[in-house]
């Protein structure tokens, strides 16, 4: 079963696709795939607490697409995920 969380995005990295939001699944890593880019602050929702490809809305309004690489993260262990690819 899976269900929908709503996160925080609060670290984008410069030019680079991933971005770590925060929500009650602890940190989730995501790469943008299309659609809306999101900007630190802005609100996230969707079934980003499983892996693969999901869509999402931001700010209740602006559709986009992720890849949902890790959740239930520490922080540490977001950012040092983020230093792999990015």
């Known amino acids: 079963e ?4 709503m996160g925080v995005v609060v670290k984008r990295f410069g030019s680079c696709d991933y971005f770590i ?3 009650p699944s602890g940190y989730y890593v995501l790469e943008w795939f299309g659609g809306y880019d999101p ?5 996230i929702f969707g ?3 499983s892996y693969g490809m999901k869509d999402v809305l931001y700010n209740s309004s602006r559709e986009g697409r ?3 690489e890790d959740f239930l ?9 983020i230093e792999d690819h990015c």
């Not at 899976?2 to 969380?5: I, L």
């Not at 900007?39 to 609100?43: F, L, P, Q, R």
């Not at 993260?73 to 995920?81: L, V, W, Y």
């Open 2 to 5: 899976t269900s929908a969380d």
């Open 21 to 23: 939001a925060d929500g």
């Open 39 to 43: 900007d630190e602050g802005d609100t």
């Open 73 to 81: 993260e520490s922080a540490s262990a977001a950012f040092e995920e």
């Open 66 to 68: 992720v890849w949902v």
């Open 47 to 49: 079934e980003i607490n």
